[in-house]
């Protein structure tokens, strides 16, 4: 158990001292006033509490990835756990503070406005439809996971069919309604019950002695797939993941100071973190290579959390595990069709004070979402696996721009988006849901790919850098909204 506990170790110290170097570089103002004063309109913008917020951020991004990913990504071993402890240091928490506080500076923008902002107008247009293409995706599935899971327990009671209905019903509530009235209230409780079933999987390990692995670089995947790209796609919520770049805008808007920002998006990321580590270690203690393979091609990865559950704590507290994981995708599915809603009204720059207004956007994309769920789940989980990871490619190429047009250090994400963007090329060039290449043919279109937008990248700085030095276009870095006071 020695891998596990440094891995745990060096999560918790790195909030201490990398996130604070983060914040350093960022360069936090406690006086600022943020969004959720300058705007506030008793909707969207509503100041709250860094405990309340921080717990909504974390339910927000903790959906069923940071457990069904981890139990997908324990084919490959022990391995899996470097990608869940320094990408979520180094890409993850990076990604989840830079992406949270540069929309806090900017009215609470959303990602599509802050790439139009820092990367060009043209790409606003491409990664507002990537977005909402993501949310909903995100919702959809995050409404099939729960939906099979309380079937299962209800089993002769409630079908899967009646579980989808309740969800999208809860969904469409907390889409329309203002954030303190459903999600600003429940989130306590299911955050206990989140924190209940982590806590007792992890101690469950522990303590009856289950053979948590130790460090090894093997590839022990029972059908050889190639850890990279792969694993890095399969794994993205707990280590790195473009989703919670679409969920921290909803925080930005109800922040009380920019002092609270490294707990809220940093810190989460970093528990997030750890409750990949619980059950990546789970599915490599209980089972073997094979067996896991086997269940996953069986039941699923909602099969193998009922397993674990059961097997580690029993029946009774099991269940109550298994409710703390049904509670993760419920309360990131909420808040997908959320951001989705206020993306498009921000696009189309429709003001959502009047709720006639918010249905109009709301309706369309839940009956998109409906049908949705009628395709095949593992098709759409791939699927949303590589827009998850794309977008995440996109958020820290925003957040190195944000950084260098102020000459800062931005490599601390530029290098992170160079990876990720290598790894979502490859893959995507070599799936079996994209162009089927093989994989050397892969690796070096995806390295011409990744060249050229770096290229790109320094381009478009230099010459935005030239504009503001000849006076033709100044360098904005914020809405100017929230001078200190």
Request: charged share 10%.
């Amino acid at each position: 158990m020695i891998t596990f506990f440094a891995a745990i170790i060096l999560l918790v110290v790195s909030y201490f001292t990398y996130g604070k170097y983060v914040e350093k570089v960022f360069g936090m103002k406690e006086t600022r006033k943020t969004p959720a004063y300058t705007l506030a309109d008793g909707l969207d913008y509503v100041p709250m509490g860094k405990q309340r917020n921080s717990l909504i951020q974390l339910l927000n991004i903790a959906g069923v990835g940071p457990i069904f990913g981890p139990i997908m990504g324990a084919l490959y071993g022990p391995v899996a756990f470097l990608w869940i402890v320094f990408g979520a240091i180094f890409a993850g928490a990076v990604h989840d503070y830079l992406t949270g506080m540069i929309s806090l500076r900017n009215r609470g923008a959303h990602l599509p406005e802050l790439a139009g902002m820092f990367l060009g107008k043209a790409f606003k247009h491409v990664v507002n439809a990537f977005s909402i293409l993501l949310l909903i995706l995100v919702g959809t599935v995050f409404v099939t996971a729960p939906a099979e899971l309380l079937g299962d327990l209800t089993k002769g009671w409630m079908s899967v069919g009646f579980w989808v209905a309740i969800i999208f019903a809860y969904y469409l509530l907390a889409t329309l309604l203002p954030i303190d009235k459903i999600i600003g209230r429940i989130y306590p409780i299911l955050g206990l019950i989140l924190l209940i079933s982590a806590v007792g999987i992890g101690g469950a390990l522990i303590f009856q002695g289950h053979p948590i692995p130790e460090l090894s670089l093997a590839n022990m995947h029972p059908d050889n797939l190639p850890v990279f790209p792969i694993l890095f796609i399969t794994i993205a919520c707990g280590a790195l993941s473009g989703f919670h770049a679409t969920q921290s805008p909803i925080i930005s808007r109800t922040t009380q100071r920019e002092s609270q920002g490294r707990y809220i998006f940093y810190g989460m990321m970093i528990a997030e973190a750890i409750i990949a580590m619980i059950w990546a270690a789970a599915a490599m203690s209980i089972f073997d290579g094979a067996s896991l393979n086997q269940l996953l091609a069986e039941v699923g990865p909602a099969g193998i959390v009922k397993e674990v559950s059961i097997t580690t704590l029993g029946a009774v507290f099991g269940t109550i595990a298994v409710l703390g994981v049904i509670v993760l995708p419920i309360t990131s599915g909420d808040t997908a069709f959320r951001s989705a809603r206020m993306i498009i009204a921000d696009y189309i720059g429709l003001a959502q004070k009047k709720f006639g207004n918010r249905l109009w956007i709301t309706i369309p994309m839940f009956v998109i979402s409906i049908i949705l769920t009628q395709m095949d789940f593992n098709i759409l989980w791939r699927y949303f696996a590589w827009a998850n990871q794309s977008t995440a490619m996109i958020a820290l190429w925003v957040c190195a721009m944000y950084l260098a047009l102020q000459k800062k250090n931005y490599w601390i994400a530029a290098i992170p988006a160079i990876f990720i963007t290598m790894t979502t090329f490859t893959f995507i060039l070599n799936a079996q849901i994209g162009f089927k290449l093989p994989m050397n043919i892969s690796y070096i279109v995806a390295s011409i790919i990744t060249i050229i937008i770096i290229a790109g990248f320094f381009m478009g700085l230099r010459a935005k850098l030239n504009a503001a030095e000849k006076g033709i276009k100044p360098i904005i870095l914020d809405d100017g909204l929230g001078k200190a006071s």
